[in-house]
């Protein structure tokens, strides 16, 4: 039977008890029970919905000691950064219960009919989003619970009315079953119907399940090569379902000449604690920082290397990748190395930070070396002489989940087109922050062009990501009493329309 055993990333050593992987009948009778529960799942009122989510949220508060410390022996991501992903994780699922209450993500939309419209009559049309069925979630390593079995796309998939299979990581297996276990019995003592949600592991597993008729939509997180190969299973079905992945982000920060000039030494230090938060393990680790030639900063970079705090690295896997990574990128002709990694003789799977340099003409001429993530605590610094090499070495930095720029404002001549850039480049544009540390809140946008996600039109953090799992449907001329509440004459939900083009309230 085949393994997902739990090791101790401060260590290297196992630890907690080994979890089986599921089998093909033990998939095959997840995906039916799904299917049987979405439509009485789909039925529950609005209040219960959001009910059920706020549950959820209590149950994973209720057990924060337990969740935190087994998280931490499965990830070593200390004990204060897994409480606060865990008041996000809480948190998103009761923004995602508010929302649900509120209804206005049904987008319900009424046009009445009208026999003197132009250029023919009009029948009545009345339209809103509906639950797409059973949704896959694939878990990632690297926020065990706010992108894990209670994550994002499992609250925005059971906020949109769909149940859940989530697919569980292998480097958190304890912690995915204590999770799996908390939400599973949340629901069902809020009264969701039983198939509402189920956690699976293995990659056999894996791959079958966004591939199982039952399933109408995938989401994931992780590696371009993982998501690429299950949105490839997704488009290849006999009937096609669509797969939001969020697979990788070199996320390029860019100061411009008057930035430097005015803070250089506090934007250095800034970057450095943004590319080491979390031993680089985050999706939007500044991975490019673009400096005018000359900056004079490497005394500081350093500095700031230094003194930073790294935890250990989630897996070996992981470790040996980023290792590997890096001394690729330093292998480039043309880089040169800014801070050298320093040895390491702690024991667990454990690596030191690292910048690497090169002029923005070499980054466009080694544009296909240059230009591949390296997740962990890495990041190559772009070195430009002028606006015109600037903007032209953009140009080649493929799709990102963010882009920032640190400018001075109307004065400052690149910032405004830098900006205008930037938007086109990545799904959010930061303006003298730091990319790491998403908010929960309803204006994020956590997406971007290929590769950094398989669907620009969407986000994975945020309210608008319940969108992912809903689809249209318009009612032409259907009696009231055989139309969803939320379409209906009286407005029994209470909930925003727009009747005739105007919204009310």
């Known amino acids: 039977m085949d393994l997902d055993q739990p090791m101790n990333p401060y260590t290297g050593a196992p630890t907690g008890h080994p979890v089986p992987h599921t089998g093909t009948d033990g998939l095959d009778a997840v995906c039916r029970l799904a299917a ?11 209040s219960t919905r959001a009910d059920l989510l706020r549950r959820i949220g209590a149950a994973l508060e209720g057990s924060r000691d337990e969740i935190v410390a087994l998280g931490d022996a499965e990830t070593g991501l200390g004990t204060a950064r897994l409480h606060t992903e865990l008041t996000r994780t809480r948190v998103q699922l009761e923004m995602f219960a508010d ?12 046009d009445l009919p009208d026999p003197d419209a132009l250029p023919a009559p009009r029948p009545d049309l009345r339209r809103m989003l509906l639950p797409v069925g059973p949704v896959a979630v694939y878990a990632a390593s690297n926020f065990p619970l706010a992108f894990s079995v209670p994550g994002g796309d499992t609250a925005s998939a059971l906020a949109a009315g769909c149940p859940v299979v989530v697919k569980a990581h292998p480097g958190h297996p304890g912690l995915s079953d204590l999770c799996g276990a908390l939400v599973t019995n949340a629901l069902a003592e809020g009264g969701a119907p039983v198939g509402t949600f189920a956690v699976v592991r293995g990659m056999e597993a894996g791959r079958a399940l966004i591939t199982h008729p039952a399933i109408t939509a995938g989401a994931f997180t992780g590696s371009a090569t993982g998501g690429r190969a299950l949105a490839d299973l997704a488009a290849g079905r006999p009937d096609p379902i669509p797969f939001y ?75 040996d990748a980023y290792q590997e990574g890096a001394a690729a990128l330093a292998a480039v002709p043309g880089v040169r190395t800014v801070v050298p990694p320093a040895p390491v003789d702690q024991p667990g799977f454990r690596a030191a930070a690292q910048l690497l340099a090169v002029s923005a003409g070499d980054l466009v001429r080694h544009a296909d070396r240059l230009l591949e993530e390296c997740f962990g605590p890495a990041a190559l610094l772009v070195e430009y002489a002028d606006e015109p090499e600037l903007l032209a070495a953009l140009a ?11 400018g001075e404002g109307a004065g400052d001549p690149v910032a405004a087109r830098v900006v205008d850039l930037a938007a086109r480049r990545a799904g959010r544009v930061i303006w003298n922050g730091w990319p790491t540390g998403v908010a929960v809140t309803w204006a994020m946008q956590h997406g971007g062009p290929w590769p950094a996600t398989t669907g620009s039109l969407h986000t994975s953090v945020g309210v608008t990501a319940v969108r992912r799992f809903l689809r249209p449907v318009a009612y032409q001329g259907t009696p009231d009493e055989l139309l969803p509440a939320a379409l209906r004459a009286a407005n029994p939900l209470g909930i925003p329309r727009r009747v005739n083009g105007k919204l009310l309230t």
């Open 245 to 319: 992945g969020e697979l990788g982000s070199l996320n390029p920060t860019v100061v411009t000449p008057a930035a430097l000039a005015a803070r250089g030494n506090t934007i250095a230090e800034a970057f450095v604690g943004s590319v080491t938060l979390g031993a680089g393990q985050f999706c939007t680790k500044p991975g490019l920082l673009f400096l005018p030639a000359g900056h004079q900063l490497d005394g500081v970079l350093g500095k700031a290397v230094g003194a930073a705090t790294l935890g250990p690295l989630l897996n070996a896997r992981i470790r």
């Open 99 to 110: 929302a649900v209450a509120e209804g206005s993500f049904l987008e319900a939309v009424i």
């Open 36 to 46: 049987a529960a979405a439509p009485a799942y789909a039925a529950l009122p609005l």
């Open 396 to 406: 080649v930095v493929p799709g990102a989940l963010t882009a920032t720029v640190h």
